[in-house]
């Protein structure tokens, strides 16, 4: 099935939306002493203004940020897949992505622009919120996949494998033991 690319995603939305304007609009909605329909519509004139770029703000303006802010706040309260019962191994890899994870959106940003603000910053502010998550996944998952691909480099040149793997002349070298970790030792790490 033909999956579209970011690029052709954003020509067909109405306008973007950026993770900025979300995040005014919630903080706005924390601040509101009731739940009062004339205080969410200013609470989205201001999101649309100011998250936006929309100086000249239409009912299309208001329908359309609606239906996103009804579609994010449903997937906030979808069900999780279930709780995984297995403990998390702990190691490289699983450390990453557990760093990952935690971060602030505004945090992943930089660093899937390699800390260059300016582009954090467009990408935060200017790029609609669904592109920019999906850039920022996509950086991450490279990031992660390249950094497993180098320390099964330093493996492999040390003569192990990492696990799947099926040679039979491969050393193993485990470092929860205290005999991987003198061998380890005795190469350098």
């Known amino acids: ?54 100086e000249e703000i239409t009912n299309e303006h208001i329908k359309y940020f609606s239906e996103r802010v009804l579609a994010l706040k449903a997937e906030f309260e979808k069900p999780s897949e279930g709780v995984n019962t297995q403990p998390a191994s702990k190691g490289f890899y699983s450390d990453y992505i557990s760093y990952v994870s935690e971060l602030d959106t505004s945090v992943s940003a930089l ?58 002349s491969a050393k193993v070298h485990d470092i929860s033991t205290a005999q991987g970790k003198a061998s380890l030792k005795s190469m350098g790490f």
């Open 1 to 54: 099935m033909f999956e579209p690319s970011i690029f052709l995603k954003e020509t067909e939305l109405p306008f973007p939306i950026p993770l900025l304007a979300f995040e005014i609009l919630f903080k706005e909605f924390d601040n509101l002493p009731s739940e009062e329909e004339s205080l969410i519509a200013a609470c989205y004139h201001k999101s649309l203004l100011l998250g936006c770029g929309i």
């Open 111 to 168: 660093i899937s622009t390699g800390f260059d603000y300016h582009k954090a910053k467009y990408l935060y502010t200017e790029v609609d919120r669904g592109i920019a998550l999906e850039i920022i996944k996509a950086s991450h998952t490279h990031t992660s996949r390249l950094s497993r691909v180098q320390l099964e480099a330093c493996v492999y040149g040390f003569g192990g494998e990492m696990s799947g793997g099926s040679s039979e």
